[in-house]
C-alpha cells in the first residue's frame, strides 16, 4: 500500500513538473502562474501593447506556436498577437511562425496588442503547442478590465454554474444552468479550438433552465462553451464531441 502511495505520489509529480515547461512572465518580471489581469485605463487611448517573455525550465529545446483563444470581447474589442518577428491576425501561429526555445533561455519576441473602445471587460486564452503535433504544452488566461469591473465579474462567476452532459457529446449535448440574479442579455457561445464561434443561443431570463446544442455536424475535437452575461463571459467548461 505505502509503495502504491509512493507510486501515485511520484506520478502526480511527475505530472506537475511536465506541465510547466515554460515560465510566463510579463516584461517587468511579474509571474503569469495562471493567470493576470491588465487595467484599462480611458488614458491608454484604447490600445495596450503587453510584452510577455517565455522561458525555457526544462533541459531541452521546445519548438512552439502560438493560439489565441478569444473566449469573450467587450463591444468593438479585438485581440493581435506578434510572435517570431511577425504581427498576426490570425489566431494561431501559422508553421513559418514557429520559435524554438532552447533550455534556460528566455524569449522575448512576443507580445499582445488589445484594442478598444468600452471599459468592459474581455477575457483571452493563450496557448503554447508543440509545433510539431499542435499539442498543448501550456496555457493561460489574460483578463483586461477595470479594477471594479473584475471585483464584479468574479463574484457573478462565483453564482454561475453549468453542466454540460453527455460529455463527450455525439449527436447533441445538454446544457443545465443557474444564473445570478444580476443576469441579463444571457447567450451561450461555443467555441473551437481556433477560436471560432460554432454556436450561439441566446437564453431566456430564467435564473436556471436547460438548452441543447446540436453536435452531429460538428468535427470531432474540444469546445469551449461559455455562458455570456451582460457581454462577459463568466463562466466556460470545455466541451468533447465524438461521433
Not at 491576425?89 to 532552447?102: Q, V
Amino acid at each position: 500500500m505505502k509503495k502504491l502511495a509512493l507510486f501515485i505520489a511520484l506520478t502526480a509529480l511527475t505530472f506537475g513538473i511536465k506541465a510547466q515547461s515554460f515560465r510566463i512572465t510579463t516584461a517587468d518580471g511579474t509571474e503569469i502562474v495562471n493567470n493576470h489581469t491588465f487595467i484599462l485605463n480611458a488614458a491608454d487611448g484604447g490600445v495596450r501593447t503587453e510584452y510577455i517573455h517565455f522561458t525555457n525550465i526544462t533541459s531541452n529545446p521546445i519548438s512552439v506556436r502560438v493560439q489565441i483563444e478569444k473566449i469573450s470581447l467587450g463591444p468593438d474589442a479585438d485581440i493581435f498577437m506578434c510572435f517570431a518577428g511577425t504581427c498576426l491576425t490570425d489566431t494561431l501561429a501559422p508553421e513559418a511562425n514557429t520559435a524554438t526555445i532552447g533550455a534556460g533561455e528566455e524569449y522575448t519576441e512576443f507580445d499582445l496588442q488589445y484594442t478598444y473602445s468600452t471599459m468592459n471587460m474581455s477575457e483571452v486564452k493563450v496557448n503554447l503547442l508543440n509545433a510539431d503535433d499542435l499539442s498543448l504544452i501550456q496555457s493561460f488566461t489574460i483578463f483586461y478590465a477595470q479594477t471594479n469591473g473584475l471585483n464584479d465579474a468574479i463574484e457573478t462567476a462565483k453564482q454561475a454554474s453549468f453542466n454540460i452532459y453527455p460529455n463527450p457529446a455525439d449527436s447533441k449535448a445538454t446544457i443545465a444552468y443557474n444564473l445570478p440574479s444580476s443576469c441579463s442579455n444571457v447567450r451561450l457561445i461555443v467555441k473551437n479550438m481556433l477560436g471560432k464561434e460554432v454556436a450561439n443561443i441566446k437564453l431566456d431570463g430564467s435564473r436556471s433552465g436547460k438548452t441543447s446544442i446540436n453536435t452531429s455536424s460538428l468535427p470531432v475535437g474540444i469546445y469551449f462553451c461559455s455562458i455570456v452575461c451582460n457581454e462577459d463571459a463568466i463562466v466556460t467548461k470545455k466541451m468533447i464531441v465524438k461521433h
